[in-house]
Each structure stands twice: as structure tokens, then as C-alpha cells.
């Protein structure tokens, strides 16, 4: 027998929701009526999810966060348009997370991300799986972040960029060009500074693909983002899927490499 819902008597539950086995709903919590929660995912006191939104299982929603806010673009349509998340997601104190502007868009996130306090993921954004958004950190809508990357803590991340995979933009930079995958950015405006070597050791990477990866960032460093690209693409001497990688960010980058 599935195991029922718990809702504290202060919480707020609109007619509509859509609660899954487990679900725990605390004190002066809410829950707007077009939302959908899986199996086990709970909202502490004063947490807030509402809009258009449907969860996964076992996310957590911490209190003071706002997921499935209205987008602040000011050129929001009155739709009522998409947030999904997968499972496993963290948002912490005071997060928002904000449904897309207009009939047809999509604001997406994958799973087992952490979106740390006060951290802003805005309309449009689409993000892997595994991502830490630091404290503080903003990501501007239409932004991209593929797995595995990391935001420093009071990071601001311009409208349509994008960030490759295992790559991490460092503290308090202002990121407004592409993070290429593997790679580490930082200041303002954020450059390339090196590759992301704990990141790949974290994620147990081989040995042949670190060299893989110090071998593009030391090509990146010296040929420049162009011309580096192409010889990347063409050395045979770095693994076929981390040069696939950066072929497939080059065809999506629209706003050049940091």
C-alpha cells in the first residue's frame, strides 16, 4: 500500500495538486493546484511550488525557496507554460526557480542538481543532471548547463549562454560568453584560466583522458577559441568522445567561448 501524504494543518494545498506517495508538505507550506509532486518529495515550512510545475520523485524544497514562480521577463505572455524537474533535486533557503515566459517554452532541470540558498534559475533555463548552483549565483534565462558543471557562489551567468560539461565557473565571476566542457572560467569579465582537474579526478575520469583534457586547454590557451577548436577537432592524440563533446558545444555555441 503506498504510503500516504503528509500534510501539516498550517500547510496550504490548492484543489488541483497532484500529490505523490510520501509526499510531506510542513508548516505554512503551499502548494498551487496546477503542480505536480512525485513519491517522496518533500516542502519544508514557507516553502512555496507553484505554476505550471511538475517534480519528479524525491526533491526537496527547503524553506523560504519558490519553485514555479512567475518569469520576470517582461515580456511574459499570461500563458500558463511548463517548469519540469526530474528527481533528486535540491533547492535550498530562499532558491527560485521561474516557469517559462511564453505559450510553447520550457524551463527544465534534471536530476540530483543542488540549487544552493539564494541561488536564481530563470525562465527558459534547461540543465542537466549532477550541476551545483552555488549560493548566490544567477543564471539569466534561456541559460544551458550541462551536467556535471559547477556555479561559484555569487556567479552571474548572461542571458543564452551556455556551459559545457564538468566545467566551472569560479566566484563572484560574470560570465558572458560560453564555458566550453572541461574547462574553468573566472572574473569579470570571466576567461579561460585552466581545466577543471578536480572536477574530472571527482568524477574518476582515466588518466589518458586528464592528459586528454590538459592537452585541449594548453591548445585553447595558445591558438586562441577559433583556431584551437579546429585542432582539437583534429587531434588524434585526445579521446573521440571528449573531441565529440566539443564539437557538439561548438554547434550549440551562439555567443562565442570565453
Same mark, same amino acid.
Given at each position: 500500500?503506498?504510503?500516504?501524504?503528509?500534510?501539516?494543518?498550517?500547510?496550504?494545498?490548492?484543489?488541483?495538486?497532484?500529490?505523490?506517495?510520501?509526499?510531506?508538505? +510542513?508548516?505554512?507550506?503551499?502548494?498551487?493546484?496546477?503542480?505536480?509532486?512525485?513519491? !517522496?518529495?518533500?516542502?519544508?515550512?514557507? +516553502?512555496?511550488?507553484?505554476?505550471?510545475?511538475?517534480?519528479?520523485?524525491?526533491?526537496?524544497?527547503?524553506?523560504?525557496?519558490? @519553485? !514555479?514562480?512567475?518569469?520576470?521577463?517582461?515580456?511574459? $505572455?499570461?500563458?500558463?507554460?511548463?517548469?519540469? @524537474?526530474? $528527481?533528486?533535486?535540491? =533547492?535550498?533557503? =530562499?532558491?527560485?526557480?521561474?516557469?517559462?515566459?511564453?505559450?510553447?517554452?520550457?524551463?527544465?532541470?534534471?536530476? $540530483?542538481?543542488?540549487?544552493?540558498?539564494?541561488? #536564481?534559475?530563470?525562465?527558459?533555463?534547461?540543465?542537466? &543532471? !549532477? @550541476?551545483?548552483?552555488?549560493?548566490?549565483?544567477?543564471?539569466?534565462?534561456?541559460?544551458?548547463? $550541462?551536467? #556535471?558543471?559547477?556555479?561559484?557562489?555569487?556567479?552571474?551567468?548572461?542571458? *543564452?549562454?551556455?556551459?559545457?560539461? /564538468?566545467? *566551472?565557473?569560479?566566484?563572484?565571476?560574470?560570465?558572458?560568453?560560453?564555458?566550453?566542457?572541461?574547462? @574553468?572560467?573566472?572574473?569579470?569579465?570571466?576567461?579561460?584560466?585552466?581545466?577543471?582537474?578536480?572536477?574530472?579526478?571527482?568524477? /574518476? =575520469?582515466?588518466?589518458? &583522458?586528464?592528459?586528454?583534457?590538459?592537452?585541449? =586547454?594548453?591548445?585553447?590557451?595558445?591558438?586562441?577559441?577559433?583556431?584551437?577548436?579546429?585542432?582539437?577537432?583534429?587531434?588524434?592524440?585526445?579521446?573521440?568522445?571528449?573531441?565529440?563533446?566539443?564539437?557538439? *558545444?561548438?554547434?550549440?555555441?551562439?555567443?562565442?567561448?570565453?
Amino acid at each position: 500500500m503506498a504510503e500516504p501524504a503528509k500534510i501539516h494543518p498550517l500547510a496550504i494545498v490548492e484543489p488541483g495538486a497532484r500529490l505523490g506517495a510520501g509526499v510531506c508538505i +510542513g508548516p505554512h507550506g503551499y502548494v498551487g493546484g496546477d503542480v505536480v509532486l512525485g513519491d !517522496g518529495c518533500t516542502v519544508h515550512h514557507h +516553502g512555496t511550488v507553484q505554476g505550471n510545475s511538475t517534480l519528479g520523485r524525491d526533491n526537496e524544497i527547503y524553506p523560504y525557496a519558490l @519553485i !514555479g514562480g512567475r518569469t520576470q521577463d517582461l515580456k511574459y $505572455d499570461g500563458s500558463n507554460p511548463p517548469l519540469s @524537474i526530474g $528527481d533528486r533535486n535540491v =533547492f535550498r533557503e =530562499f532558491s527560485t526557480v521561474h516557469c517559462p515566459s511564453s505559450e510553447g517554452g520550457r524551463t527544465r532541470i534534471g536530476n $540530483d542538481n543542488h540549487i544552493l540558498a539564494y541561488g #536564481h534559475v530563470a525562465h527558459e533555463c534547461i540543465l542537466g &543532471d !549532477g @550541476i551545483v548552483i552555488s549560493s548566490k549565483a544567477v543564471l539569466g534565462g534561456h541559460v544551458e548547463v $550541462d551536467s #556535471h558543471a559547477i556555479v561559484g557562489g555569487a556567479a552571474a551567468v548572461h542571458q *543564452f549562454c551556455k556551459i559545457g560539461t /564538468h566545467a *566551472f565557473l569560479g566566484g563572484l565571476s560574470a560570465l558572458v560568453q560560453d564555458l566550453l566542457p572541461y574547462m @574553468i572560467a573566472e572574473g569579470n569579465r570571466a576567461r579561460l584560466r585552466s581545466y577543471n582537474l578536480v572536477g574530472l579526478q571527482r568524477h /574518476h =575520469f582515466s588518466e589518458e &583522458d586528464v592528459q586528454g583534457v590538459r592537452r585541449m =586547454f594548453r591548445t585553447l590557451y595558445a591558438d586562441g577559441r577559433a583556431k584551437g577548436l579546429e585542432k582539437i577537432l583534429n587531434d588524434e592524440a585526445i579521446s573521440p568522445h571528449l573531441r565529440w563533446e566539443m564539437a557538439r *558545444f561548438q554547434e550549440r555555441s551562439v555567443r562565442g567561448m570565453a
